[in-house]
């Protein structure tokens, strides 16, 4: 074991918890630093287990074989926080899990989450937590209509949460969504959903991308652009929350912060995700040092590298049937640089790949 080195010597091996695309894309960005991946993963064949040197496979659940794994790793990180409880308690006990599991378990829950936002002085839609009707009819009262009932766990890609536009309306989702407690949040009327990806390392060193702009279909991520309509007091301000927030936590690793840009400038802060992000796939082809490069030297106690961006450029996710169909035509588009993420089965709503249109920067808009 060489974990209590660092940086880890060039052959140590990276366990990454999650076999989806992101450990894919972090096993590839492991290999090429000179890292031996090692996936556990919950299905055979997964992404990630098609390109890591080692893979174990077992149940998120099942603490015996995540300890197993955990014990043949010389550094543990994550691509999927939605990890039972009872296993990140398990890890927390271990010296080698990168990030810590305290924040994984703050990213976990909205309730926690936006409470370390607001202590990181970042603004946040007005918000309270709904546990019963009372606490339904001091939401109507306080927030308005329309406002979002959201579950506090598990909820990703807009599931998990219903827009209220009535008091009827509100007891309805408050009675279908589950688990209980929820939260009531004011609607916001945003001009554009943005984010920003981060890097910081074992020393508290920052890397931080440039803030992005999403465009989503179905709650699910269509394109990320770059560079993003926000004004340089706008950037100033999503690197200021991406830079509170990472040292608050205490954060080792690459993590996104997803936020609102209102008409009048102001930033609000919506979700963490404490690992890659969907949208940060733009860096894999537009900057010298992609964020699972990032995330790698992170965690393995190597220097951060640049995150300057050399191109102008749309990320489009491939998703379902629509995102398979539009393979072909991005690949004989000669700015396009795909990446496939060796899923067999289209389903709705599946992530299959995402694909990197470049151009010159400067010159996209
Ligand atoms: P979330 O699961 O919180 O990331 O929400 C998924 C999507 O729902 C966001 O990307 C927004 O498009 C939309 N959304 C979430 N919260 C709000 C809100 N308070 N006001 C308006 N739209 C929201």
């Known amino acids: 074991m060489t974990r209590n080195n660092l940086p880890l010597p060039l052959g140590s091996t990276i366990g990454i918890l999650g076999g989806g695309q992101l450990g894919r894309m972090s096993a590839m960005a492991a290999e090429r630093l000179g890292y031996r991946p090692h996936i556990y993963s919950v299905e055979q064949d997964s992404p990630g287990a098609q390109v890591a040197a080692d893979v174990t496979y077992g149940a998120f659940d099942d603490i015996e ?56 002085s970042i603004t946040v839609a007005e918000w309270l937590q709904v546990s019963s009707l009372a606490d339904i009819d001091t939401a109507c009262a306080k927030l308005g209509f329309p406002f979002v009932l959201k579950t506090t766990r598990m909820g990703y890609d807009g599931k998990g949460q219903a827009v209220a536009r009535s008091r009827e309306d509100a007891i309805a989702a408050f009675e279908h969504l589950a688990p209980h407690p929820l939260i009531a949040e004011a609607f916001v009327p945003f001009e554009r959903e943005i984010s920003i990806v981060l890097a910081r390392g074992v020393g508290g060193e920052l890397a931080i991308y440039e803030p992005v702009e999403n465009i989503h279909q179905h709650h699910i991520l269509h394109q990320s652009i770059l560079p993003a309509r926000l004004s340089a007091e706008q950037t100033n301000i999503c690197t200021g929350y991406a830079a509170r927030l990472a040292e608050a936590l205490g954060f080792v690793g690459v993590m996104a912060l997803e936020m609102f840009a209102l008409p009048d400038g102001r930033i609000l802060g919506n979700e963490i995700a404490p690992r890659p992000h969907n949208s940060g ?71 299959l790949g995402h694909a990197n249109e470049l151009w010159a920067k400067g010159t996209m808009r």
């Open 65 to 120: 074989a995540v300890a197993a794994f955990a014990a043949k790793v010389d550094v543990l990180t994550f691509e999927f926080e939605n990890i039972p409880r009872a296993t990140l308690e398990y890890l927390a006990t271990l010296p080698h899990c990168r990030p810590n599991i305290d924040a994984i378990l703050i990213c976990q829950d909205r309730i926690a989450e936006k409470t370390w936002m607001e202590t990181s």
């Open 281 to 351: 796939h733009w860096t894999m082809d537009a900057c010298p040092c992609s964020q699972f490069d990032q995330h790698i030297r992170a965690v393995a106690g190597l220097p951060l590298g640049t995150t300057e961006r050399h191109f102008d450029v749309v990320m489009h996710n491939l998703v379902g049937t629509e995102g398979f169909n539009a393979w072909s035509p991005l690949l004989a588009q000669k700015n396009v640089v795909p990446h496939w993420y060796g899923k067999t089965e289209v389903r709705k709503g599946r992530k």
